[in-house]
Structure formats: structure tokens, C-alpha cells
């Protein structure tokens, strides 16, 4: 039983070295989890094997204790491990790094009673960690309550963007005995994040001065007397230069929604009217591609959503032009709304006929600047940007987007939003792919 369990831990350790190894080259959180979950088993068969192990046993076992705790210290990310008091069992040298406190200072400390008797300033960004409720910024990334919870914590002094992965220590009776954090910094992303689209947002506003000179220039020349060859020329233009302003409008709308400033004003709104009139609005293009539009209504005669109608209108854009461009000639597009049963959501659909996405491309469709090959066949124009755009605007708003779809016989396009103003999130929040 001693050796399985010694050899346990040792393959979940050599793969938490290779899952590391792999979160190294990218800012994804994915390999980040990967990295996490590993670690959690390997430690948690650690705790295991320690105590199937006996302390006085010969030394080979002793050395392989000191390999793990080893490779504790020497993760990128912060290791705290603490008991159902809050009190400090495991604290690694990068959490010694990040939170700016030693490992002799919080061992054996129990937190709960150094929160009631007053704590330093020193021991803050500790203390936040563990009390997560305290922190001035805090944006959950898993459901209240699940384990393992996932959260994103700000902090003013020091300026630390942190990732906490917390998860529960179970002895044998599956009683829980403490708790694991594993606490990444990225700061540094975060950083690298804002500045990109820093540079992303002043070369937009740099791309439309210019752009709009000359579309004024162009309005002008329509005016003028030309040949039906010169009119020719001067569409094209025209049309070029809208779609370049389009291109840069949407370069800005995602650098401002990575900083989170995107702005959103809300307003409690029947969707009904608001989605009829959107219809109507896209009737003429749909005319030109022999498209017809259906809406069907839920039962209710209004229905109640707190929205801010100006991004919801980008959004039901977006969906009506792609569903509208990528059909067939004869094909319909229908508009649905209806209440969740037992929930505070309504549910939109817009289904169509049209060529549909291949199935590898699908859980690609809502990242930046992905286009669908099938969809490029057919326009060559396009950013790749209105589905992510779209996609943070209803996270924005407290919904989910998703997308089902075959290919060559059509996609529907999904997203819900809440009716309790409650279930909005209560600031704006940076999304990631």
C-alpha cells in the first residue's frame, strides 16, 4: 500500500511539472486549472501517503517527503494550506513573494483570532485571501458555494491582481479538515492586458480621424456632377471607408471591454417592442438576400428585462446581419422569445437556415477574430470580433450566450437575460475567452 501510494504521488507531481511547464507559454487560464487540479491530487495523495508512512521509517522515505515538499517550494504559484480555524499548516516561497510576509511570521498562527484581536497592515493581503469577502474588488469565475471555487481578487495596497483556486482537504471519513489555496499572480497579465489595449484604442482613434476626412470628402464628391463611371468609384470608396470604420469602431469596443470600461447604462424596458423594431430594421438587407424573418412571441403580452438597449442592439444586430449573410436564397430566420419555467431568465433565439459552422470551428465562434472557413468562402469582409463583442455585452447583463449548429442546415444562436435586476452583475466585469 506504501509504495502505490508513493508511486501515486510521484506521477501527479511529474504532471503537475509538465501541466506548468505547458501554463508558462500562455496567459490562458485553462492550462493555469490544469495546473491547479493536478497539484491539488498530488498534494492531496501526499497527505495521504504521509500518513501511511511512518515518521521514523528509513530515510529513502523521508528524502521522497523532502522531493514533494521540495517541488512545493519551487511552484510559480503560492501555496497556503490552513485548518477549519484558519490556522497556517503549508505557506511556499512564492506566497512568501506575493504577499510580502515569511513563513516563520504566519506558521501555526490561527487567522480567525488574529482578525478578532486586530491585524497589521502587514498581514492584509493574507488576511483578504483567506477572507475573501474583505477584498475591495472580487469577481467569482465559479458558482457560490462549488468546490473548487475560483476567484479573481484586486488589491490597493499592493497593487496584486491575484487568481485564488480554493479547494477542501477531506480525511477518510470525507469530513473536511481545511482547506488548500492556490494563489496565482497576474498582476503582470493584467498589465500587459491594459496595455495592449491601450495601444489597441489610440490606434483606432488614430485610424478614424483620418477615415473620417475622407468619408466627409467622399459625401461631398456624391454631390457633385460626376460621370456614372466617376459615381462608380466614389461608391466603392465609400464603401471601403465604412467598412475600415467599422473594423476600427470594433477595435475600440474590445479594447474597452478588456479594461472593463466598456459603459453600460441600464433601464428596466418591455424586449418585446425593442426586438420587433429590430426586425424591422434588418427587413430591407433581408429583402436583398431573399431572406424572410419571422418572430415568435411568448404568451405574455410584455416582458420585463433591466437592459441597456444601445449594446443590446449591437448584440441583436450582429445575430440578424450573420444569420441574414450566411443563409441560403429562400431561407427564414426566426426570432424567439420565452420564459425559463422556475427561473428569472428569458431565453432569445434566432435560428436560421443558413449554411451552419463545422462542428471543429464551434467552440472557436466567440473568440477574438475567428471566422468560421466556410463563412469566409462566402465574404471575405469581417473582423472575427462582433461574436466576442457580442458574447461579453450579455455576460454584462447577467446572461450566457451559446450557439447550436449543424452544418449546412443552419445555426441558432442563443442567449438569456434575467427579469430580476438583482441577477445583474454589480460592476463591470472583465471577461476573458
Not at 466617376?230 to 475600415?244: D, F, I, K, L, P
Not at 427561473?343 to 472557436?364: A, K, L, M, N, Y
Not at 465562434?365 to 457580442?390: C, D, W, Y
Amino acid at each position: 500500500m506504501q509504495n502505490f501510494l508513493k508511486q501515486l504521488y510521484w506521477i501527479f507531481v511529474i504532471a503537475t511539472l509538465i501541466a506548468l511547464g505547458i501554463s508558462i507559454f500562455s496567459i490562458n487560464s485553462l492550462p493555469l486549472l490544469i495546473t491547479q487540479g493536478v497539484l491539488l491530487f498530488a498534494i492531496f495523495i501526499y497527505l495521504i501517503a504521509s500518513k501511511a508512512i511512518p515518521e521514523n521509517k528509513a530515510s529513502p522515505d523521508m528524502e521522497e517527503r523532502y522531493r514533494l515538499e521540495t517541488v512545493v517550494e519551487s511552484l510559480r504559484d503560492g501555496i497556503i494550506m490552513y485548518d477549519k480555524d484558519f490556522t497556517i499548516l503549508v505557506f511556499n516561497k512564492t506566497a512568501e513573494n506575493i504577499l510580502g510576509v515569511s513563513a516563520k511570521e504566519v506558521l501555526g498562527i490561527s487567522f480567525t483570532k488574529k482578525l478578532r484581536s486586530g491585524v497589521t497592515e502587514k498581514f492584509q493581503p493574507l488576511l483578504t485571501l483567506l477572507f475573501p469577502a474583505l477584498a475591495p474588488s472580487i469577481i467569482r469565475r465559479s458558482e457560490l458555494g462549488a468546490y473548487p471555487q475560483i476567484v479573481d481578487i484586486s488589491l490597493i495596497t499592493p497593487p496584486l491582481e491575484l487568481r485564488v483556486f480554493t479547494d477542501r482537504i477531506l480525511n477518510r471519513e470525507n469530513e473536511v479538515v481545511g482547506f488548500i489555496k492556490i494563489v496565482h499572480d497576474r498582476t503582470r497579465e493584467i498589465l500587459l492586458l491594459r496595455e495592449k489595449s491601450q495601444f489597441i484604442a489610440v490606434a483606432s482613434h488614430q485610424l478614424r480621424t483620418p477615415l473620417t476626412a475622407l468619408k466627409w470628402t467622399l459625401e461631398n464628391l456624391e454631390k457633385e456632377p460626376l460621370s456614372e463611371d466617376q459615381q462608380e468609384m466614389v461608391a466603392h470608396a465609400t464603401g471601403s471607408v465604412n467598412r475600415m470604420m467599422k473594423v476600427a469602431n470594433d477595435l475600440l469596443d474590445v479594447a474597452r471591454i478588456e479594461e472593463g470600461r466598456f459603459g453600460y447604462q441600464f433601464q428596466t424596458v418591455d424586449i418585446l417592442p425593442f426586438l420587433e423594431d429590430a426586425l424591422v430594421q434588418a427587413q430591407e438587407i433581408a429583402k436583398q438576400y431573399g431572406v424572410k424573418l419571422y418572430f415568435e412571441k411568448p404568451d405574455t403580452p410584455t416582458v420585463e428585462v433591466t437592459a441597456d438597449l444601445q449594446k443590446l442592439g449591437m448584440v441583436i444586430g450582429n445575430l440578424l446581419d450573420n444569420a441574414i449573410k450566411y443563409n441560403i436564397k429562400n431561407g427564414q430566420i426566426t426570432l424567439r422569445v420565452k420564459r425559463l419555467p422556475n427561473e428569472s431568465f428569458i431565453q432569445i433565439d434566432i435560428e436560421d437556415t443558413g449554411i451552419g459552422i463545422p462542428p471543429d470551428s464551434v467552440s472557436r465562434i466567440f473568440t477574438k477574430f475567428f471566422r468560421a472557413e466556410n463563412a469566409g468562402k462566402i465574404s471575405v469582409e469581417g473582423t472575427g470580433l462582433g461574436l466576442f463583442i457580442a458574447q461579453n455585452i450579455i455576460r454584462q447583463h447577467g446572461g450566457k450566450m451559446w450557439v447550436k449548429s449543424q452544418l449546412n442546415r443552419g445555426s441558432t444562436f442563443s442567449f438569456t437575460l434575467p427579469t430580476n435586476p438583482a441577477l445583474l452583475p454589480p460592476k463591470e466585469v472583465i471577461f476573458e475567452e
